[in-house]
Every structure is written in structure tokens, then in C-alpha cells.
């Protein structure tokens, strides 16, 4: 990171977070501190949002952060949910389905869809924001951070004028009192910070085409399919409703240049799949590497990184932008409690605790799909086709749940899984849960609370807007389970309580009982600074008697 110390005289403005990168992850971050109240900036160096799909499946949990950070209706109105994900080998016999269907959050458990429109969703709700500023077509160049805050230079970028390049004088210089990195896989904050990479070393070539369908194509193109074909592996899976995606290996000594040409896409279309320019249109053309990094660290003092900044992944569970998401509102709630002074500094800690390892579960889930399928020798293949005939299980991990962090302590098997969503009725008002009661830290109970917790704890539990919410009719917090969903639930983890943070994770779960100890732990665990000094002041005591 550069140490130039900011004698600039052009104007500094001071915010609480500045988010370099525009894409899912820092959408996701900027909406969520915005609807928080916080005074934001985003930088990107991009003129406009991308306008392509690169993401084109999300899960019911990710539906869910886009609920609560912009219109979800415009998120999902070229979506459709997905059942299943096959996999299939060179002679198109299944080897694997992959249970995509269901309800999960609220949603359907799994969806494809078109990436502009999530985009759009979430810019056009930033966009009503007074608090937000998005500076687009300007480029971060030298970043700086001190005891009190970050400093950012930033200078207008067009890629069609390299000149500018080499005049500073309308640099804008920006002060903020922390710093996220959303700028993608060669994050510049991260490169400034001097943050390596580890790389699980997984880096197959593909050409993604992305298609318009000018016409209905067959029905086998309605599910996502891999092709794990030791030939040429190749995949197609819906884009939404009216648009289709295709991928396809480039294998080891062609050209890649040569997959980005027109031609060598339309005779890959003719030669696999019988499709020319009457029955789709090309979209988008591109040669990616997939790659498995992770940042040696996610944070340095005042500066954190998410979504590619952070860890990149292979394709194979549609899991890189959704983790990119989940960084983004997981930051933004714990930026939230730190900048109102109701969680210490320290607390900002638990972000990477988390996150880390639950990309690393799904990274490493990536992988292990992305062998299968680039398995290129036609011996293994085979082997490998005879072992799923015969029932073998796949051996990758299980979708993971938040197993460190922020979760209550003692005996909580239900800690870091996620909440349902159901309808709920509210003073006359049917809808949602998040859409009635928000997205805070939360305590549903079956009973009324008020037989469990002091006047003291409702306090304190407003001060830092933990929102209460009782399935016992009567009471000030009371909701109507519209749909049982509370209820099943409930009966599911064997409670009669749970607290739930603004990303929809169970802190913990109790009996009525339990409910005043889960709220002293929820409001004990912000205060990490001050359980660190008190647990040093303490050892220093003991230190000092011990010398007594
Ligand atoms: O949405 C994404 O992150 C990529 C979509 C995807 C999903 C599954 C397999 C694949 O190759 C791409």
C-alpha cells in the first residue's frame, strides 16, 4: 500500500465505507450500508453496469439478500427456478443429479436467471439513496490508511483515452472510515494491500457463449446439464426464461484466441448441438480461466475484501457470484453495528472468521465437481462412469452452514443454519417476513416475551434495533404465521425461540427459558474489544498476584 501522505489540494469528502467495484458483491454491500443510513461511495471504473449475464444461478438464500437490497420482482422477472442439475458423461447417460428443487428463504431453492436484471434491481435502489454516492468511469489509483480512516485517490477513466492516464489534476481524494475491495479477481485494494493469493491450482479454459433464443429449442435445453464428455467436456443450462447459455472446454494446446472467434462458436453450435444463427443469437463470447484463489487474508486494518476479491471458484455449483453476495450483506450488517457504536471494532474480525470458511467448503465443492467433469483421459472417464453406475456418492462436501463467528455459545445444534421465510400478517398487512419486520438482528419467540425479559433487556435490545417478533397473539410484537412456516419450523429444531441475524443465520435457538441468556450472549459477543481487554486485564491481574 502507498504511503503518500494526502497534502492533495483537491477536495477530500468523508464517508463511512467507500466500496471500490460495482459488480453483485459490492451492489449488495453499498445497498445494504445505504438502507442502514451510512454515507457511502462506490468506485467503478466501469461507465455502466456490465449489461451481461456472467452469474446466471442464484439459490433461495441469495434471492433472499436481493429481497433486502432491492426490487426482487426486477431481480427475478426473467427467472425461472431450476429442479435439477444432471450430469451426464460423453454418451449422454446420466451419472449424477444434483437436487435443485424445493423452497429455501422464501424462494425457490434454486433459479437461473439473467444477471442485468439483479443488477438493475440493486442499482435502481441505490440509486434513490441521498447517503450513496456512485462515482462510475473513475478508477481507484493509490489507496492509504491510517489510525482513523482510509484514503483513497481516484481518477475519470475511459478505456478509449489512455491520455488521461498521465494528468491528476481532477483526481477527486476520498476519506472514509473503513474500505471494501469488491473489484473482482484483480482487486486493486487487495493488490495495493499487498494481500497474496492461494491457489488451489484448478485452472481449466472454457469458452462461455451466452445466447438469445430466437426460437423454442428442444426440451433437453430447459435443464442444466453437464456434458462430462473426455472428448471435449461442454455444458448448457438456461439463462431465465428466453435465454441460454453454452459452455465448452478449450483443452490443453488450442488456441484461445481462436475459441473467441465467430466462427469457431458457430461451428461448435452445428457440430454439438445442430443450432445456427436462426435458432439462437450470440450474446456475449468469452475465454475464461477457472480458477481457485483465496486472499492469504480478507482484511487489513480498516480494509476488507469480498466476493472475487476474496476467493474465486470454478463454475460447477453456480456458487461464485452467491458467495460474493453473501459477503456483501454479512459486511454490511457488521459495518452496520460497528459505525452505531453497538459492536467494538474488533467484531469486524468474525466477518472473514465466517465467510472464509464457508467459501472454502464450497470452493473446494467446485473443484471436486470440475474434475468430473474436465476428466479428459478416456480410461478414467470410463472408470469413472462405471463407479457412478454403481452408486457411488459424489465426494465432495456437503453444502456448508456458518460453523464459526457470531453463533451462540454451549450446546447449539442449530446455530449457523439458516432461517425459513414465511408469510407473516402484521396490523393488517400480509407479506413476507422481511418485507414487514426488515432485515435486523432478530428474536422470534412462540411465546410472549415479556414473561421472560426485563423492561432493562427490551431496552437494550431497541438501542441496538433488535427487532422482536412473538407468535403468541396480543402481545406488542405479535405476527400472524400465515402458513405454519414458524410453527413447522419451530417443531423442526425442537424450540421455542431462536435469534436470527440480518443474514437470515441462526445465532442460536432455546426454550423460552433460554431466551434471556441468548439475548445477554447476542449483546456479550459485539463487545469484543471489551471481553479481549477484560479477559488481558484479567490475566494481568493473575500475572500480578502470581509476582504477590
Ligand atoms: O452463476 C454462476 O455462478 C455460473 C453458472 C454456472 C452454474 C453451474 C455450472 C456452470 O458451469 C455455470
Partial sequence: MSTTAHTDSAAETTYDVAVVGYGPSGLVLASALGRRGHRVIVVERWKTLYGLPRLNHIDGEVARIIQNVGDIDVALKGAEPADEYVWRNGEDHKLLTVDWSGESSGYAAHYTMYQPDIEDAIDADIKTRDNVDVLQGWKAIDLSQDADGVTLRVRQWDRHDPEQW????????????????????????RTSLGIERDDLESDDVWLNLDTEKLRDLPERYSTSTQYCDPIRPNMSMPIGATRQRFEVAILPGESQEEAATEEYAWRWFRERHNLGPEDVRILRQIVYIFSARTAVRWRDGRAFLIGDAAHTM???????????????????????????????DAFLDTYETERRPHVAAIQAGSVALGDIANTLDVEVARARDEAFFAGEELDAPAFPILEAGYLAGGEQPHAGTLTPQGEIEKDGRTALFDDIIGNPLNLVTVGDPASVLSAEQFDRLAEVGVAVVSLTPGTPWSVTDVAGTYRDFFAS????????????????????????????????????????????????????????
Fill in 314 to 344: 470454478p463454475p460447477y455449483m453456480g456458487q461464485g457470484a452467491c458467495s460474493g453476495m453473501r459477503d456483501g450483506l454479512t459486511l454490511a450488517w457488521k459495518l452496520d453495528l460497528v459505525l452505531r457504536g453497538h459492536a467494538d
Fill in 166 to 189: 498521465d494528468h491528476g489534476e481532477d483526481d477527486r481524494v476520498i476519506r472514509a472510515k473503513y474500505i471494501v475491495g469488491a473489484d473482482g479477481a484483480n482487486s486493486f485494494v
Fill in 493 to 548: 429444531i425442537d424450540a421455542e425461540a431462536y435469534i436470527a441475524r440480518p443474514d437470515f443465520v441462526v445465532f442460536g435457538t432455546g426454550s423460552m427459558a433460554e431466551v434471556p441468556d441468548l439475548v445477554e450472549d447476542m449483546l456479550a459477543q459485539l463487545r469484543t474489544d471489551a471481553t479481549a481487554s477484560a479477559s488481558a486485564a484479567t490475566e494481568e491481574r493473575a500475572d500480578t498476584e502470581a509476582v504477590a
